[in-house]
């Protein structure tokens, strides 16, 4: 035992001393010493909150309030993240929708950094649903299966329908809601895009008979760029739309739910990353940008693809969604 907290304390140390290292080199103008500073942080405190979860999902358990065991575990990740690499979502409108129970939440998927997204607005009740190889991850796996994540094995179709289906059953029962991506990847945008969406959130919600909620963060390429070796603080702007009904819809509605319910959001992706707050997540303060950058702003991805305003209405954005829909599974 003496041994092992012997060499708990010597890596904790030489931890420490790197990360520290490494910010201040950062200081002094070496932006990629940032990136990988933020990054060493991002990953402790990714580590030691999965081991936080464990203990905190045990302990619910046994006092019968387990799921709220990821928003617990969320909100610990939320601040830990804040302390250690200065980056923050904040909800700037709409956060009285994330009192919504049950629902299906959704969200548009950039990067890793997307974790810091669920721990920052994650409600109480709620759950995740994550491919199935996460559960053997240690402690984040082990977490995830405690405090009662939805696992989908997305190269099987029949028992992720039937993922699905006890998922419904449970919401129904216990008001239990569920988070989901329904790009299914991450996008890594650079400018305010959506992939296509799939198609299993609004099965779910139509099969629950439960609200859809959007969730849109804008284009945070600013403030993590991984190609470009780029991490540094800032705050991200997030905005949780009104919920959408499903009262009366059918299977046979899914195709149009999930189609109106993207153009929703990229909307509002495109108009939150012209705002003044978005404009400061996807640039922050002090950074010069790129004339890459410069070039793709949230004016041109928007004339390329047909926003005028609030309107979507070109053709080219429609056959990128049907050419997307096309080319995955018919409910996931």
């Known amino acids: 035992m003496n041994t092992l907290l012997l060499y708990l304390f010597r890596f904790l140390s030489v931890y420490i001393g790197v990360n520290a290292t490494l910010y201040t080199m950062s200081a002094l103008g070496i932006s990629s010493a940032g990136f990988f500073a933020r990054l060493l942080a991002s990953y402790a405190a990714l580590l030691f909150c999965a081991m936080y979860g464990v203990f905190a999902s045990i302990v619910l358990r046994l006092v019968g309030r387990h799921r709220i065991a990821q928003w617990a575990t969320g909100r610990a990740f939320k601040y830990t993240m804040a302390l250690t690499t200065g980056v923050r979502f904040t909800v700037i409108s709409g956060k009285e929708h994330l009192k919504t129970r049950p629902a299906v939440f959704i969200g548009n998927h950039q990067s890793e950094l997307d974790v810091l997204l669920l721990g920052s607005i994650f409600p109480p009740y709620c759950s995740v649903t994550a491919k199935k190889s996460l559960a053997r991850v240690p402690f984040l796996g082990w977490f995830m299966a405690l405090s009662g994540t939805v696992f989908i094995d997305r190269s099987n179709r029949s028992t992720a329908l039937k993922a699905f289906e ?19 990847t991450r996008s890594y945008a650079e400018e305010p895009r959506l992939l296509g969406f799939k198609k299993g959130a609004f099965h779910l919600a139509i099969q629950a008979g439960v609200d859809v909620v959007p969730i849109v963060a ?5 403030i ?21 009904s499903t009262k009366g819809l059918t299977s046979a509605d899914v195709e149009e739910l999930t189609r109106n319910t993207r153009e929703l959001m990229l909307r509002e992706l495109i108009e939150l990353t012209e705002s003044p707050q978005g404009q400061k997540a996807a640039r922050p ?23 005028d305003g609030v309107a979507v209405s070109s053709e080219t954005d429609s056959r990128r969604t049907a050419k997307s829909d096309g080319q995955m599974h018919d409910s996931l």
Request: include cysteine; aromatic fraction near 8%; charge should be positive.
């Open 224 to 244: 993590l760029g991984a190609r470009e070796r780029r991490f540094v603080g800032g705050e991200i702007p997030v905005r949780v739309l009104p919920p959408i």
């Open 285 to 307: 303060a002090g950074s010069a940008g790129s004339s890459k950058h410069e070039r793709s702003t949230p004016q041109a991805y928007a004339a390329r693809i047909g926003v």
């Open 166 to 184: 006890g998922a419904a059953n449970e919401m129904r029962r216990e008001r239990q809601s569920v988070f989901i991506f329904p790009e299914g």
């Open 218 to 222: 804008g284009c945070y390429w600013g």
